[in-house]
Nanobody
Framework: VQLQASGGGLVQPGGSLRLSCTNS????????VSWFRQTPGKERELVAA???????YHTDSVRGRFTCSRDRAKDTVYLQMNNLNIGDTAVYFC?????????????????WGQGTLVTVSS
């Protein structure tokens, strides 16, 4: 498994971005793939996940604005982010762990993509 996160950029408040977590290597279809974000001086926080089963998890702060989905044919997990606000500015990482749990602990993830920067600013 080799994950690559992409899709970050600069967007105005209220705007949208779609992040992609693509994989080159063994399929991630049997993994839970999660999105974390991190700001300077803070720990990575779980934002959303698409479980092995296909069900999605979204943390309270993004529920209703972000959607984490999976395209099994493309072996890719997406994070659609709508109605972005300044507080969403961060480096976003995708990560994969076996099983069906969207774990908050970063040590439970076996694979990580490089980060992609999302900047929300007017």
């Amino acid at each position: 498994v080799q994950l690559q996160a992409s899709g970050g950029g600069l967007v105005q408040p209220g705007g949208s971005l779609r992040l992609s977590c693509t994989n080159s290597g063994d399929s991630i279809n049997r993994y839970t793939v999660s999105w974390f974000r991190q700001t300077p001086g803070k720990e990575r926080e779980l934002v959303a996940a698409n479980r092995q089963s296909g069900s999605a998890y979204h943390t309270d702060s993004v529920r209703g604005r972000f959607t984490c989905s999976r395209d099994r044919a493309k072996d890719t997990v997406y994070l659609q982010m709508n109605n972005l606000n300044i507080g969403d500015t961060a480096v976003y990482f995708c990560a994969a762990r076996p099983g069906n749990r969207a774990a908050e602990n970063v040590s439970e993830y076996d694979y990580w993509g490089q980060g992609t920067l999302v900047t929300v600013s007017s």
